[in-house]
């Protein structure tokens, strides 16, 4: 008894940390290079930050586990320097990655905009290189107070992530950097770093798996930090200058989002080809099945054909009758005996040895 109570046990234990697994499976990944930076937490770590100089070293720390970005493929984090443009009241802040000595490639743009009324806003735009056409991420219009790991689980036991959820909306005015960007206190931001030559504290660190990367962060996709995903830019204008003026972009980069894309066509190609082929071979598994149909059909024609062959045996019988009465004429022509015209004859006649008349032979 005690030992199905424990395998019971234990059964219940599985089935309650697959449902678990399922609901923490919504990370928010997108199957390209930027899926190693996530914007959500960059944009949470921007708005806290006091200063942008504060904003880089904090993006790039290895303890924030916020960067997981390898561009140059050498199996280390990329370290992702910050530059300011303005444009009366209008920041716009670039992520970018210096990938080799001749290449930067734009990862990202952080747009804080006042409008004619005061009214400040705050997106990041993900480089469309690196994160697609038109990804976006602002604050949320409503905070929640907690993060349910997946917001489409529709089960008893949803499972709910202790994080520092936001009960309010975000009120971008009342960030830190914000406020130091729009207060006479603030100084332009220039980093002195490039390809080679970064900052001593920056560790090189080594690039984690994309999965575990994103497990790390799940809990910014579902609300409680108070961002959401949009497609709608608040100041088009502005960013249409960065992107027509200032954007940069790398080849390297480039080359191996186009031989990703050929190898999913390839993959796509084989599979259809394996579909195609497996179709083709069915048509020929029909087409044995009709052979065999024929086969079956000819050897039941050939059947009959031996039944008539067999019907027609008993016509045989009249030629052996012909022949025996041939062979009985040879035999009567065989014995012909004293009548002569026969080999052997005794009596009269024209054959050799005969005994009596005739007239061939030894004469006595």
Do not use: C
């Not at 936001?166 to 960007?181: F, H, N, W």
């Not at 994103?214 to 100041?235: D, E, M, Q």
């Not at 088009?236 to 954007?247: A, E, K, Q, T």
């Not at 024609?301 to 040879?330: E, L, Q, V, Y």
Request: glycine letters at 10%; aromatic letters at 10%.
């Amino acid at each position: 008894m005690k030992i199905r109570f424990l395998s019971f046990l234990v059964i219940a234990m599985s089935l309650f940390s697959l449902n678990a697994f399922s609901q923490t499976s919504d990370t928010g990944e997108l199957g390209l290079p930027g899926d190693n930076l996530d914007l959500y937490a960059v944009l949470d770590l921007f708005q806290k930050s006091k200063t942008i100089e504060d904003f880089e070293k904090s993006l790039n720390d290895e303890k924030t586990k916020i960067n997981n970005l390898d561009l140059n493929d050498d199996k280390k984090v990329d370290f992702i320097k910050v530059e300011t443009k303005k444009d009366g009241d209008d920041f716009t802040f670039i992520l970018r990655d210096p990938i080799s000595k001749t290449e930067t490639q734009d990862v990202a743009v952080i747009m804080v905009s006042k409008d004619k009324n005061k009214k400040i806003s705050l997106q990041i735009i993900g480089d469309k290189d690196l994160y697609g056409k038109d990804y976006i991420v602002e604050p949320a219009p409503k905070g929640s107070g907690g993060v349910t790991a997946n917001p489409a689980y529709t089960g008893t036991n949803p499972v709910t992530v202790n994080v520092p959820a936001s009960t309010t909306t975000v009120v971008v005015e009342q960030a830190p950097i914000v406020q130091y960007v729009y207060s006479p206190a603030y100084v332009p931001y220039y980093p002195p770093y490039y390809y080679g030559y970064y900052p001593p504290w920056f560790g090189f660190a080594t690039v984690m798996a994309v999965g575990i990367y994103r497990s790390n962060h799940y809990g910014y996709h579902g609300g409680g930090y108070g961002y959401h995903n949009t497609n709608v830019y608040v100041n088009h204008n502005n960013y249409n200058n960065y992107n027509n003026n200032s954007r940069n972009t790398s080849n390297r980069v480039s080359h191996n989002n186009i031989n990703s894309n050929n190898r999913n066509n390839v993959n796509n190609g084989n599979r259809n080809s394996n579909n195609s082929n497996r179709n083709t071979a069915s048509t020929r598994d029909a087409n044995r099945n009709s052979a065999s149909t024929r086969d079956a059909s000819n050897r039941n024609s050939a059947s009959t054909r031996d039944a008539n062959r067999s019907s027609s045996s008993s016509r045989p019988s009249a030629s052996n009758s012909m022949s025996s009465s041939r062979s009985g004429s040879g035999s009567s022509s065989f014995n012909r005996g004293s009548s002569g015209g026969g080999s052997y004859r005794s009596g009269g006649g024209g054959g050799g040895y005969r005994g009596g008349g005739g007239g061939g032979g030894r004469r006595r």
